[in-house]
């Protein structure tokens, strides 16, 4: 394995001789735009005399940290924490396959990542196995059967602020564990005990805090402060903040995992583990029954499809957010790279257009398939693409109010995604949730997870916004039994009927357009995977008709012309966590986030 360190204020750039030279990290960026997992870099004196003239006429790239990624043959892991990444590694080691070793990070992140990795939520898993077979599983959390379209409401008729994120009321049904058993139980090639082990030793003999790691635990220090079952677990001695270097121990959890892998899914869902959590759902005005766990179901499906540049593109049906982003490929697919690129204005323009055509559709029709006749054929046909490219004015944004029926929602952000291609040539995309940043910030005591609050996802009442300042339309109202509507996009693309590419990211509704951004960085714009997930980040859903950007991510120029085009920019902190894997050849080239800095990508 080849692992290529991080570059700050300068790059390296290695020579054949073994010598490495320092430039500046701008050099580097765009020196970057020629490297591809199409052909290697040109030589060095022409690639410079490229990027000089380059950098004289268009400065929109930003000076953000780029490495090669990390190379190996036989495997590869890409987490949002290296423990959990390594503990995926073993189990590719020991023989394990791509789903054995996603299922042992699904639990393992749940020690390591508790901020969004998971007992107590849910999420999609997609898989492509190497015969060429595919399967979608949708272990997404559902609305307990106690539960009405009115639950959030006062006697008036409005909100209750607050009443759907935080506590017992804030919580659907989970679906990870019965989730994560279909598919070993399906797919994988080793039994329970030995996915687990890497999860239990963890909880069970703790992992040592890095700033990472410390840097999520403190965003919500206050509020662990609060709740007593989660201040003894997650602050020290249950009153002060963890440290870096301190160990952290999870014994509840421990014992969760280990029932887990004794008794299967009824532990959670029959047996002590739902016991728990609907004793403390009762005693804390929520609604969930034994019912509803004993009742909760997996489902297998297709995944949705399309084609960008000749590549074939697979990622969640709905509920999921695949749909959104198969739309804004097609629309953008209807142009030539050369059209596309034409300006970093005009590229912005067609794909800011896309994204404003896409979320409106999601606002407008989409939501639980179980529950809701939506028109995705439509939607995702070459037909209504080339409609929607019509109406695209060339030098004017397109005001959004018209084409939504209701403010469109913002899912959680606190999500986390995963990629695993193992040595037979299987690949894994998992995105999986508890919502917002800890969830329903509830852990039922004696089980040491903490519970999602994945109820917000729903309209709690059409036009009113849900913790992140927008809503959704009437079809992903609440209704028992339902799946709320999602963005997140586990994806997978192949190349020539080859595995090509494993994406997908965190960051609720953003999720659809960041991985949109790495597809398109690499096919359009002839980055490498890490390349074009380091790359800064811009999204855009209408309403708010706010562009967000990432610092550094437009020029000022651009900046400039979007703004007399007609658009309202932003610059937000960074979002999203795209965990890739990209195949050249023999090789696996793994991707970590920089944005998650605790994350790692290992292979072998």
Known sequence: MRRVPPLLKTGLVRLMGGVAIAIPLSIVVEMAIFRSVHRPFPPLSQGLRVVKAHLSSNSNLADIPITEG??????????????????????????????????????????????????????????????????????????PLASTPEMYLDETGEVVEGLSRRGY??????????????????????????????????????????????????????????????????????????????????????NSLQRIADQGPDAFYTGPIAEKIVNASEQNGGILTLEDFSTYRVTESAPVECYYR???????????????????????????????????????HLMLSAMLYAFADRNTYLGDPAFVDHPSDRLLSPDYAAQLRAQIPQNQAIP???????????????????????????????????????????????????????MDDFTAKPGVPNQFGLVQGTVNRIEPGKRPLSSMSPTIVTRNGELFLVTGSPGGSTIPTTVLQVITHISDRNMTVAQAVSHPRFHYQGLPNVVRTEPLALSPDTVKQLVEMG????????????????VEGDTLWGANDPRRPAGAALGY
């Open 70 to 143: 990390v190379a190996a043959k036989n495997g590869m892991v890409v987490t949002a924490s290296g423990k959990s990444s390594q503990v995926g590694l073993e189990i590719l080691k020991a023989g394990g396959n791509a789903v054995d070793a996603a299922v042992a990070v699904g639990y393992a992140l749940a020690v390591t990542h508790p901020c969004c990795g998971n007992l107590g939520g849910g999420g999609f898993m997609l898989i492509r196995q190497a015969n060429g077979e595919e399967m979608f599983l949708d272990f997404r959390e559902t609305a």
């Open 567 to 582: 658009y309202h920019i932003d610059s937000f902190s960074t979002w999203g966590a795209a965990s890739s894997i990209a």
């Open 310 to 348: 000749g590549d074939r593109v697979i990622s969640a049906p709905l509920p999921g957010g695949g749909t959104t982003l198969c739309q804004m490929l097609n629309v953008l697919d209807g142009y030539s790279v050369a059209e596309l690129n034409r300006s970093a204005t005009h590229r912005l």
């Open 169 to 254: 009321l804030a919580v659907a049904v989970p679906g990870t564990v019965k989730g994560l058993d279909r598919a070993l139980t399906r797919y994988g090639t080793l039994d329970r005990a030995q996915v687990m082990a890497g999860a239990i030793a963890l909880a069970q003999d703790g992992f040592i805090l890095q700033p990472g790691d410390i840097e999520i635990l403190n965003r919500s220090g206050e509020e662990f402060q609060k709740q007593p079952e989660v201040a003894a677990i997650f602050l020290k001695d249950g009153r002060t903040p963890y440290q870096v270097g301190d160990r952290l121990i999870q014994t509840d959890l421990a």
């Open 400 to 454: 959004p109010e018209p084409l939504f029926h209701q403010t469109p929602e913002s899912t959680g952000t606190d999500t986390t995604h995963y990629s695993i291609v193992d040595r037979f040539g299987n690949a894994v995309s998992v995105t999986y949730t508890i919502n917002s940043l800890f969830g329903a910030m509830e852990i039922a005591p004696g089980t040491g997870f903490f519970l999602n609050n994945e």
